[in-house]
Every structure is written in C-alpha cells, then in structure tokens.
Nanobody, 121 residues
Framework: QVQLVESGGGLVQPGGSLRLSCGASGRIFSIYDMGWYRQAPGKQRELVAT???????NYADSVKGRFTISRDNAKNTVYLQMNSLKPEDTAVYYC???????????????WGQGTQVTVSS
C-alpha cells in the first residue's frame, strides 16, 4: 500500500507565500516524476508544475517565476514553494507521484488527498 500525505495549505493574503509538501510512504521501489496539480471551483484540474527524478522542472505559464517545485528523493517528498500569490491561485492543490512499488510492478500514478489554498484579503 502506498499513501501520499499533503500539508501546507491555508489562507493567505495576496502577495503572500505558502509552501506545500507531499510525502509518500509504504512499499516503494522507485519514484519517477512528481508533480502538483490544482482544481478551482467549476474548473478542470490543471497542471501546476512537475519535476523528474533527475530534477528537470516544468511549470504552467501562469505560475512561472512565482512557484518553485523541488523534491527530496531520500524522503520521497515533493514541495511547492508558492510566492507572490494571487486570488486566481485559489484552488485545491493535489500532488502526484509516479511510483513503482516493486522491481516487477508497473509504474502507476498516486495522488494526495488535496489541500486547500485560498488567496484573499
């Protein structure tokens, strides 16, 4: 069994910062890509940022220059540092990790439970 647990969401004023974390636990052989997605009310889930096992990153245009994704492979954890937050960043944020549980298993996607980020004055 693999479980992803997120933390770090909350209420912040425009221009403020938050840091999200997402750690994986359980039977894990290897973790490949990690990422963050978000879903605002009435909208589809969208990609925010991804990071490969080697550290290559990719960002949505709307967050470039403001958000930074990073990972700690020893801790099976991915982070999202969010600066200069805007009201339009308000959403539920979900982490995703591509995990291979054993050497013979296929890689599959695992998702966190979601954490609410609200940007409002």
């Amino acid at each position: 069994q693999v479980q992803l647990v997120e933390s770090g969401g909350g209420l912040v004023q425009p221009g403020g910062s938050l840091r999200l974390s997402c750690g994986a636990s359980g039977r894990i052989f290897s973790i490949y890509d990690m990422g963050w997605y978000r879903q605002a009310p009435g909208k589809q889930r969208e990609l925010v940022a991804t990071i490969t096992k080697g550290g290559s990153t990719n960002y949505a245009d709307s967050v470039k220059g403001r958000f930074t994704i990073s990972r700690d492979n020893a801790k099976n954890t991915v982070y999202l540092q969010m600066n200069s937050l805007k009201p339009e960043d308000t959403a539920v944020y979900y982490c995703n990790q591509e995990i291979k549980r054993t050497v013979v298993d296929s890689t599959r996607d695992y998702w966190g439970q979601g954490t609410q980020v609200t940007v409002s004055s």
